[in-house]
Antibody
Framework: QVQLQESGPGLVKPSETLSLTCTVS????????WSWIRQPPGKGLEWIGY???????GYNPSLSSRVTILIDTSKNHFYLKLSSVTAADTAVYYC??????????????????WGQGTLVTVSS | EIVLTQSPGTLSLSPGERATLSCRAS???????LAWYQQKPGQAPRLLIY???SRATGIPDRFSGSGSGTDFTLTISRLEPEDSAVYHC????????FGGGTKVEIK
């Protein structure tokens, strides 16, 4: 059973860069799409971006100027970096698996695997 | 970007009643790639329905999804106390976007 676990600082200062790691266990990170999704307190879900195991990425246009998602297949990790954070970036951040490739066909699907989420607060 | 609007914001019903949740898209969702999730406080969302009408593994048959194009519905046929949660819709036909959620309260 695939499991995902987010890790990183729970407090980030305004204007600094938020950095999170997602560790994938119980399955391979290869041939899949991986994503970051966040949820501000008391609000809805917001897709941040995704990365395929070959490094191809796609980002939410509203965040793309500040977001970088990276992957290290040798460690079964992928990463989120969000620069120039403000209080509006305070949220629970989830990592997730959102699709994959099989038999030459690739697709992004509904999210069946989620991390437990980690709260990141932006405050001085 | 496809905007998803969920209604109502809150639904308050008694056990055994039928719940009907709506998700409307600002443009047609490609291949009806629309999912529904259930989220309880302090937990990650759980996939209920994918591709508009297919139930995810282990989901009770009282949950059903329907719709196509721009109008989609999640129906909970007979509410149980454990169905109290926030329900989110999501489209994955063109990038990914989520609706604002509907809170279901059990009286």
């Amino acid at each position: 059973q695939v499991q995902l676990q987010e890790s990183g600082p729970g407090l980030v200062k305004p204007s600094e860069t938020l950095s999170l790691t997602c560790t994938v266990s119980g399955g391979s990170i290869n041939s899949y799409y991986w994503s970051w999704i966040r949820q501000p307190p008391g609000k809805g879900l917001e897709w941040i971006g995704y990365i395929y195991s070959n490094g191809n990425t796609g980002y939410n246009p509203s965040l793309s100027s500040r977001v970088t998602i990276l992957i290290d297949t040798s460690k079964n990790h992928f990463y989120l970096k969000l620069s120039s954070v403000t209080a509006a970036d305070t949220a629970v951040y989830y990592c997730a698996r959102i699709g994959g490739c099989s038999g030459g066909s690739c697709s992004i699907n509904a999210v069946n695997y989620w991390g437990q989420g980690t709260l990141v607060t932006v405050s001085s | 970007e496809i905007v998803l609007t969920q209604s109502p914001g809150t639904l308050s019903l008694s056990p055994g009643e039928r719940a009907t949740l709506s998700c409307r898209a600002s443009q047609s969702v490609s291949r009806n790639y629309l999912a529904w999730y259930q989220q309880k406080p302090g937990q990650a969302p759980r996939l209920l329905i994918y591709d508009a009408s297919s139930r995810a593994t282990g989901i009770p048959d009282r949950f059903s999804g329907s719709g196509s194009g721009t109008d989609f519905t999640l129906t909970i046929s007979r509410l149980e106390p454990e169905d109290s949660a926030v329900y989110h819709c999501q489209q994955y036909g063109s990038s990914l976007t989520f609706g604002g959620g509907t809170k279901v309260e059990i009286k």
